[in-house]
């Protein structure tokens, strides 16, 4: 009962060239999509990956639409390049996506704000010339959602209940663009969505950082001393730890599935013993107050997202670039140690590097001759982003030589830094 999303062409060339002139039309009515969770993103070989040349057809769609700096930028429109040059140029900033507040007892003229879209709930995609649509992960008030509205102002913001949903809505032109975690600066990577970058054939066209500031909310009129558990999302959790214990919360803490979503539940439920650690959106949009704000335990508490899309955008010169790309290196000795010396020779900076077990091959057995015995060894995935654009020779250099010993090269996407300036929290908690 499983369905293929992507095109079984090892050739993402192809796949646009099908997109691009084979719309899908969708009715008004609703329609349900069925999960793909055993699929790859294409028919590959040896069981992992794409082609050995599938950088390379990244590469040309890339090239093949690289401009002069001295000439004219493209028109924008329709969350084009102009999108991406509006979120990360100094004159981007969080926007209030116009979302409602929560409808209380006696008040009908306020409805519920939107639910998470499901896998089997998908709503169709907008008419021409409507606003851009932004799917994200969480429920109206999360984090994701902030970084949406900083991404694209002005957008339509989607709630999804998974991260795959949010990758199948753009897949399914049911939104124009998903904003996703991939990193924390505590808790590390989110590996969920790397493991869906590789499956899904989505492209990274930008990266929004955002600064967490916790909040700790509860019902109005309930003091903290009445308290006997505090729920949030796990790291939310883990990251307010020691400011919970000097607030003087030694109560049960529960761990939920995000922290709009805890604070949903809160308000929903009536709960007076339960405070949510969310945000201060979180609070206005469901009726909660704040009993204590910048409860984070570290100020440079920071998430990074990236902007997804269905197609690359412009890689340019003119404005730092980050380029992201994904490989598995050939069998030998210190092949990880030349694929990276490919970047050092040429003065290229990385900013991650992240190794992922093989799903389809996750164990390698090797035979050792003079022992007569064998040893297994995990074949990884790695994950590299690098800072510089694949407009850039020295770039394109680099991805030519680490072909050389990779049995796997996929470029997921060459775009522009988050440049914007942000101020850390405070790291003490004040109480309301």
Known sequence: NMQTLTPTSSNPLNYLNRARYSVIRVGTTRFTVKCGHGYESASFSQGFGASRADWQSSCAILASKVFSQQGDSPAGGGGGGDHVGAVNGNNAAVTNLNLVPVKRDGDNSKPLPPKPLTISDLAPAPMHGSQLRVAYQGVPGAYSEAAAGKAYPNSEAIPCDQFEVAFQAVELWIADRAVLPVENSLGG????????????????????????????????????????????????????????????????????????????????????????????????????????????????????????????????????????????????????????????????????????????????????????????????????????????????????????????????????????????????????
């Open 189 to 432: 990577s989110i590996h969920r969505n790397y493991d869906l970058l590789l499956r899904h054939r989505l492209h990274i066209v930008g990266e929004v950082q955002l600064p967490v500031h916790h909040c700790l909310l509860a019902l109005p009129g309930v003091r903290k001393e009445f308290l006997e558990r505090v729920i949030s999302h796990p790291q939310a959790l883990a990251q307010c730890e020691h400011s919970l214990t000097r607030l003087g919360l030694t109560v049960a803490r529960e761990a939920v599935d995000d922290t709009a979503g805890a604070a949903e539940f809160v308000a929903a439920n009536g709960l007076r013993d339960t405070a949510a650690i969310a945000s201060a959106r979180a609070a206005e949009l469901y009726g909660l107050q704040v009993l204590a704000d910048g409860i984070q335990d570290d100020p440079s508490n920071v998430t990074r997202f990236v902007m997804l899309a269905r197609e690359p955008i412009i890689p340019r010169t003119d404005r730092p670039f980050k380029t992201s790309i994904v490989f598995a290196h050939d069998k030998g000795t210190s092949v990880l140690f030349k694929v990276l010396s490919a970047f050092a020779f040429r003065n290229i900076s990385l900013t991650k590097i992240e190794s992922r077990p093989h799903r389809s091959r996750p164990i390698r057995v090797v035979e050792d001759d003079e022992s007569e015995g064998t040893a297994k060894h995990f074949e990884y995935l790695f994950y590299i982003d690098f800072e510089a654009s694949m407009a850039e020779v020295r770039a394109q250099n680099a991805l030519a030589e680490v072909q050389e010993f990779t049995s796997f090269l996929r470029v997921l996407g060459s775009y522009p830094m988050d440049m914007t300036p942000w101020n850390p929290s405070s790291s003490c908690p004040q109480e309301s």
